[in-house]
């Protein structure tokens, strides 16, 4: 999916927030294109949440901007029409009714009962709209505080772990249902500490650590900085370097196991040149850096 061109839907610039004894944000700063799905990526701590309730004005920042739809999101006339957040799922009384939830909320962002109906369709909860919402499972109350960011029909979604307490179905119907929301020409912001969920989910990543943002850009980008790699098992390993390099992959090395470690090229065209230079390969297989390991490397502790 491919952002359509225009000004980015939400833009943070140099946010920071600290507590006693805790830089829990600093210096974060990047974009969410319009009509993209964006992620922050982050383990437990590192400042996602933090930085979504200040993007929302829920939290004031001790240095930094953020803007949604070109402004604050506190100077727009009616935030609710700008932006739906779900930041957890508890936001219902549990002995009111989703559809009674709903028409709570509804004058806040000037929504009608048909607009009820609709989001209620929406995400799947028509048909117990009736029911007590202390009656919901979690995954249920999710799916709800979805329907109430909804409502006012906004140009921006903020989720804050949006996945949690949806089974594999649910997750399936919310991925579909953000991509659609995206392609729509809307946009999405989502944290999450699931990489696989964020990997099939978006098209743009700002991952977190300690606070810091340690990248941010489109999936492409984040591939392009760990180069596919091919391990190689043949008869001699450092004639088939030598014909790499005069194809012009210099970038070759030879593992503790003997196999040659090829950063670059495809593992077809390392096999064209092994026959081209006679070296007889006995393996060949693609082993290319996961998100899930760029994550750890990351994210993780620093030795």
């Not at 829920?58 to 803007?67: I, Q």
């Not at 939830?101 to 929406?122: F, G, K, M, N, Q």
């Not at 503790?256 to 064209?272: H, I, K, Q, S």
Request: with cysteine; net charge neutral.
């Amino acid at each position: 999916m491919s952002a359509p061109a225009g000004p980015p839907a939400v833009v943070a610039r140099g946010l920071s927030k600290s507590y006693p004894g805790v830089d829990a944000v600093h210096d974060v700063s990047f974009e969410v294109p319009a009509g993209s799905v964006t992620g922050v990526l982050g383990p437990n701590g590192s400042g996602k949440s933090t930085t979504l309730r200040m993007l929302l004005g829920l939290v004031l920042p001790d240095s930094g901007t953020a803007e949604v739809s070109g402004a604050p999101l506190g100077a727009h006339p009616v935030p609710g029409r700008v932006v739906g957040a779900v930041l957890d799922g508890r936001g219902a009384h549990p002995r009111r009714t989703a559809r009674a939830h709903l028409r709570c909320v509804a004058p806040v962002v000037a929504a009608s009962d048909a607009r009820i109906e609709e989001v209620l369709a929406l995400v799947g909860l028509r048909e117990v709209a009736h029911r007590r919402t202390g009656t919901y499972s979690l995954g249920m109350r999710q799916r709800l505080s979805l329907a109430t960011a909804l409502l006012g029909d906004p140009a921006v979604l903020v989720l804050d772990e949006p996945a949690n307490g949806l089974d594999p179905e649910g997750i399936v119907w919310l991925r579909g249902f953000l991509t659609a929301y995206a392609r729509s020409g809307r946009s999405v912001l989502l944290s999450s500490h699931l990489v696989r969920e964020i990997e099939r989910t978006v098209d743009h990543l700002v991952i977190m650590a300690a606070g810091r943002v340690a990248f941010r850009g489109s999936l492409a980008d984040l591939a392009a900085l760990y180069p596919a790699r091919v391990v190689v098992a043949c008869a001699d390993p450092a004639a088939l370097a030598l014909a790499l390099a005069a194809a012009g992959h210099t970038d070759a090395i030879l593992g503790v196991d003997g196999r040659l470690v090829v950063t670059g090229p495809a593992a077809d065209r390392v096999a064209e040149i092994a026959r081209g230079a006679g070296v007889h390969v006995f393996g060949i297989v693609d082993a290319a850096v996961d998100l899930e390991q760029i994550f750890l490397a990351m994210t993780g502790p620093r030795s």
